[in-house]
């Protein structure tokens, strides 16, 4: 799975909403993702290739 297609259909994998993208205005190559219902949230960062998740 790409980093596009990631950024458009990722989902809670706890409630199944849509995950909303906050992207950081201090650091650039940092995305972050959070689900608007429960605490989910996912960090990525494209100069590492991986992601962090959090509860
Ligand atoms: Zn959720």
């Known amino acids: ?3 596009i ?3 458009f259909t990722e989902k809670c994998p ?3 909403e849509h995950l909303t993208t906050v992207k950081s205005e201090t650091i650039v190559a940092l ?3 959070s689900c ?4 989910y949230k996912k ?3 494209p ?3 991986t992601y962090i998740e959090s509860k």
């Open 1 to 3: 799975m790409g980093l």
């Open 5 to 7: 297609n990631w950024l």
């Open 14 to 16: 706890e409630c199944n």
């Open 31 to 33: 995305v972050i993702k």
């Open 36 to 39: 608007p219902v429960c605490t």
């Open 43 to 45: 960090e990525f960062h």
């Open 47 to 49: 100069t590492l290739e």
